[in-house]
């Protein structure tokens, strides 16, 4: 079974460029999340999906990050424009279902640079 | 909100021997699961083992097991045997039954070094 496919794995971008990040979950899972992981510290959630729709997205800092999920698969993550404590490892996760015992499966993240 | 606290930034461990990584949580809430999660360089989250509140029995994984004191919000990773391949950080991490609230709430991760 293949599992969290993320792209790029890197990125380094000059402070106020844009840049995107996608994802694409394991096979029939329908809940998605995205997280944050700046160095030196846990994950930490910026969005949650179910299907296509947003459960959670308290966390994302909404005047610079967009997140959209296309047709109930694909994610893709913006950010627009970038700064520099934007510089993170960005962890997309699926899992089957929204229960809480339900394993996340992580994918190996994108690691941005903002110089 | 929850938060999770892991007091030991760095550890290392004699191949072969056994080291317990700690955990602390803070929860209002009577039911909900406690993961802790493995991240090599690679960078990939893996879970290693699970536990629910619920269950009074402390989980075990082959070489891993848990150490779950409900009432003091302490959750422990002990490694026996441990092997080079253990090496990597260590995250515990916190998640609730709620609907729409089931994201994992991280600590800080612990450092573990595995010396041959």
């Known amino acids: 079974e293949a599992g969290v496919a993320q792209s790029p794995r890197y990125k380094i971008i000059e402070k106020r460029q844009s840049v995107a990040f996608w994802c694409n979950p394991i096979?029939?899972?329908?809940?998605l999340y995205w997280y944050q992981q700046i160095l030196g510290q846990g994950p930490k959630l910026l969005i949650q999906f179910q299907n296509n729709g947003v459960v959670d997205d308290s966390q994302l800092p909404k005047d610079r990050f967009s997140a959209e999920r296309l047709k109930g698969v694909d994610s893709t993550l913006k950010i627009q424009p970038a700064k520099l404590e934007d510089s993170a490892v960005y962890l997309c996760a699926s899992s089957l279902v929204p229960r809480a015992h339900n394993e996340q499966f992580f994918g190996p993240g994108t690691r941005l640079t903002v110089l | 909100a929850q938060t999770v606290t892991q007091s030991q930034p760095e550890m290392s461990v004699q191949e072969a021997e056994t080291v317990t990584l700690s955990c602390t949580y803070d929860t209002s809430e009577s039911d909900y699961y406690l993961f802790w999660y493995k991240q090599p360089p690679s960078r990939q989250m893996i879970l290693v083992i699970r536990q629910e509140a619920y269950k009074q029995q402390n989980a075990t994984e082959n070489r891993f097991s848990v150490n779950f004191q409900k009432a003091a919000k302490s959750f422990s990773l002990k490694i026996s045997d441990s092997q080079l391949g253990d090496a990597a950080m260590y995250f515990c991490?916190?998640?609730?039954?709620?609907?729409?609230?089931?994201?994992?709430?991280f600590g800080t991760g612990t450092r573990l070094t595995i010396i041959p």
């Open positions: 991490a916190y998640r609730s039954p709620s609907f729409g609230n089931e994201k994992l709430t």
């Open positions: 096979s029939g899972h329908a809940t």
